[in-house]
């Protein structure tokens, strides 16, 4: 059965704090590690990571993926308020409709 | 350019009730999927679909019926209602390989 496990599950930091992120996955027929933040409403996406070792970047965040290890992390620097959220990662399939298997999230709550 | 859309947002049901959740998509992707999200909890897969014509169980499947006649739409169809069953229902649409887009949700209490 697939698996995909994200710690910390919830997270409590303060305006300009640097935080990791956590998941490490079991997936047969294993494509892409993907992580995506959720607000209010729909999950929305952050990154892809297919290949091991190459960091993906956006703003603050930034991710990497080692798949000898089978994890991931996700990194926020200078976290602002808005930065608050539930964070998700999910493992892919080659096969099966790239289908996604998702951790519970981490709970990021960043305090002014 | 709508995206993923949903309909209703809230319903709420009685025990034993039957209903449809609907979910279009306007970006022509062939792959879309239905999960469920307790409180606290991360995503799980009802079903998905790889296009027209095929669908395929996903991890809770039980309860649940799904159909895929047109590339647009993929209902989600709830036969007997049960409480189990109270949950937010996300859809989701890909191009096979690609990311997941997201309509915002149906929020399900069943009393």
């Known amino acids: 059965e697939d698996k995909v496990v994200q710690s910390p599950l919830s997270l409590v930091v303060h305006e300009g704090d640097t935080v990791t992120l956590n998941c490490s996955y079991e997936?047969?027929?294993?494509?892409?590690l993907l992580w995506y933040k959720q607000e209010k409403k729909a999950p929305t996406f952050l990154f892809m990571l297919t290949s091991s070792g190459i960091e993906k970047k956006s703003g603050r965040l930034s991710s990497i993926l080692d798949k000898k290890e089978l994890f991931s992390i996700l990194n926020i620097t200078a976290t602002q308020t808005g930065d608050s959220a539930i964070y998700l990662c999910?493992?892919?399939?080659?096969?099966?409709?790239?289908?996604?298997?998702f951790g519970e999230g981490t709970q990021l709550t960043v305090n002014p | 350019n709508a995206g993923v859309t949903q309909t209703p947002k809230f319903r709420i049901l009685k025990i034993g009730q039957s209903m449809t959740l609907q979910c279009t998509q306007d970006m022509n992707h062939n792959y879309m999927y239905w999960y469920r999200q307790d409180p606290g909890m991360g995503l799980k897969l009802i079903y998905y679909s790889v296009g027209a014509g095929i669908t395929d169980k996903g991890e809770v499947p039980n309860g649940y019926n799904v159909s895929r006649s047109t590339t647009e739409d993929f209902p989600l169809r709830l036969e007997l209602a049960a409480p189990s069953q109270t949950s937010v229902y996300f859809c989701?649409?890909?191009?096979?390989?690609?990311?997941?887009?997201f309509g915002d949700g149906t929020r399900l209490s069943i009393l």
């Open positions: 999910a493992g892919s399939k080659e096969t099966s409709g790239s289908r996604l298997t």
């Open positions: 989701a649409t890909s191009r096979g390989g690609q990311p997941q887009h």
């Open positions: 997936v047969t027929n294993f494509r892409s």
